[in-house]
């Protein structure tokens, strides 16, 4: 399982916003004595998405004429 900071490194994102999308049920994690906890493969599939939209927003902006 992956902390609250360790998930906020693979995405490359601040804690702050993990904590809205755990809050939203966008990112599921699980309560312990030591605050959020996350699956590893819950924060790979959420950054390979975001990866992904990133690269069709590239590839989007190359398109405009």
């Known amino acids: 399982l992956l902390t609250i900071g360790e998930t906020a490194r693979v995405l490359g ?28 493969q819950d924060v790979e599939r959420l950054r390979v998405e975001r990866e992904a939209a990133k690269l069709r927003r590239t590839s989007e902006e190359g398109v405009k004429c």
């Open 13 to 40: 994102v601040s804690e702050a916003w993990v904590r809205r999308l755990a809050e939203q049920g966008k990112l599921a994690c699980q309560w312990t004595p030591y605050g959020r906890l996350f699956q590893p």
